[in-house]
């Protein structure tokens, strides 16, 4: 390939980024370093070393190695499909990525098993996560299938252009029906497992509208305009009003309530009541926006129905 007039003076990984959208920077420093790419006939030195234009260009893609990671047959529910993207509806209780404690039986896992036309990720055969949500909490994840789609997904994240809206099950009902939290969010000082309020923390907001006031609850709707960690968790304990069935943000609000058998069923919920239920983005091919829903699980479904 030749480099264009408009790439004279790039650094060489920034000029192949543009030339070759499909292959992540990170990827193409690694080819550099790999001695497989060459300018003007010579193998590049870096990627930070300057071209000109007209200099050519050339690069030997290998084929994707096989992912290190293990392929598992465990059930996962396929929302929609397509040559870019995999959209799932995660269950609670699964793991997205292998890490120490979760080396099998997490969602990496399973999509190496269920997705056939991988085209790799970083050189890699495996998914592309384009974004994360807890270990307990369910709904719609998207799932990138080669470097360019996972790039422009991950562009596009922080974006307006996606809009992600989550369903909690919270306890108490807040004095105002809808509204918008506006707090900076950073590490707890005080446990450094949890997130926090904190001066100097990174801007979020999440607004949310009382979709269902219950006996004792409320089912929110949420929309998140930052993505934080544990955003709407720590948003909604900020409230005044924490998730129910959530051991790190929430205490035994339970205890406070005179029904006891309704005791027995909060206290016992197994997980935080905090659902994923809708994403709308834009298609990396371009072209109109795509919404994606999940249905609400049976276990929100069930706690639900005992609060009403």
């Known amino acids: 390939m030749i480099v264009p007039s408009s790439g004279d003076g790039l650094r060489l990984d920034r000029a192949l980024a543009e030339l070759l959208p499909e292959l992540s920077r990170s990827f193409i420093a690694k080819l550099i370093d790999d001695g497989r790419v060459s300018v003007a006939g010579r193998a590049a030195a870096k990627p930070s070393q300057r071209v000109e234009s007209g200099q050519e260009i050339e690069v030997d893609v290998p084929p994707p190695a096989p992912s290190s990671i293990e392929s598992q ?3 996962l529910t396929i929302l929609f499909e397509d040559d870019e993207l995999v959209v799932i509806d995660k269950p609670a209780g699964l793991v997205v990525h292998p890490a120490a404690g979760h080396r099998n039986g997490t969602l990496v896992n399973a999509l190496l098993f269920h997705v056939k036309d991988l085209s790799g990720i970083g050189g890699e055969l495996r998914p592309g996560i384009v974004h994360r949500l807890d270990k307990d909490t369910s709904g719609v994840m998207v799932i990138a299938k080669h470097d360019e789609a996972h790039r422009r997904l991950t562009e596009a994240w922080g974006t307006d252009a996606v809009r992600k809206e989550y369903l909690a099950i919270v306890y108490g009902t807040p004095k105002v029906a809808s509204g918008t939290i506006d707090a900076p969010i950073g590490r707890d000082p005080r446990d450094r497992v949890k997130m926090a309020i904190v001066a100097g923390g ?21 929309r998140i305009r930052t993505g934080r960690t544990h955003q709407i968790r720590v948003h909604l304990k900020h409230l005044g009003h924490p998730i129910i069935g959530d051991t790190l943000y929430s205490g035994p609000q339970w205890r ?3 029904d006891k058998k309704l005791q027995k069923t909060l206290s016992t919920f197994p997980r935080q009541a905090l659902h994923a239920a809708r ?3 834009p298609h990396p091919r371009g072209g109109a926006s795509l919404t994606f829903e999940a249905p609400l699980p049976v276990d929100m479904r069930e706690l639900i129905e005992a609060l009403r």
């Open 256 to 258: 406070g309530i005179p």
């Open 202 to 222: 990174r801007h979020a907001l999440t607004d949310y509208i009382v979709a269902e006031q219950l006996r004792h609850a409320s089912l929110l709707r949420c």
């Open 279 to 281: 994403i709308t983005l």
């Open 73 to 75: 047959e465990l059930p």
